[in-house]
């Protein structure tokens, strides 16, 4: 089955109006799960990343193996209230909200290149919130990889002059 058919769609989740596009169905199968992660592997193994940024929390899902296929580091961004050492803040605005990330400030030092991965591109809120937090800390971001874009959101406008992938639009 191709990775789209293992995504469903759950009508006004988390609130009345958003169309919420559920990645557990692809999770949850083996064949599906592992062709997900070998597209992301496929297009970013040989380049010169040195750790994965995923967000939290279906991010990390896709951002851990990731990184092990690709020879990265691994680097989480939170929710606030979740990191327990001195971190940076930024805040972003969603679709249906406002909310704030975190990330240890030693998490990266000036000039580590990374790929920020997540599980769905909407308006870029989210992602452009992390590209501050990692240019906060001297990172490069050299690319953007989503499963899901929702493109009528038009979330590549908010990560302009970034490289940014999505395997599955809607």
């Known amino acids: 089955m191709e990775i789209e058919g293992l995504i469903r769609a759950i009508p006004d989740f988390p609130i009345p109006g958003i169309l919420f596009r559920d990645i ?53 961004v939170r929710k606030p209230g979740k990191l327990p050492h001195d971190k940076l803040t930024e805040e972003y605005t969603l679709e249906y909200g406002t909310n704030s990330l975190e990330i240890h400030a030693d998490a990266l030092s000036d000039g580590d290149r990374v790929l920020v991965v997540d599980d769905l591109l909407a308006t870029g809120g989210t992602a452009a919130a992390t590209r501050r937090l990692l240019e906060r800390l001297g990172a490069k971001v050299e690319a953007f990889a989503f499963l899901v874009e929702l493109s009528a959101l038009r979330g590549r406008e908010a990560l302009a002059g970034t490289d940014v992938v999505a395997f599955v639009t809607y």
């Open 24 to 76: 557990t169905p692809l999770l949850k199968d083996k064949q599906g799960f592992r062709r997900t992660i070998d597209l992301f592997v496929d297009q970013f193994k040989g380049r010169s990343i040195d750790h994965v940024v995923a967000i939290e929390a279906r991010g990390y899902i896709l951002g851990a193996p990731i990184a092990y296929a690709i020879d990265a580091g691994f680097i989480p």
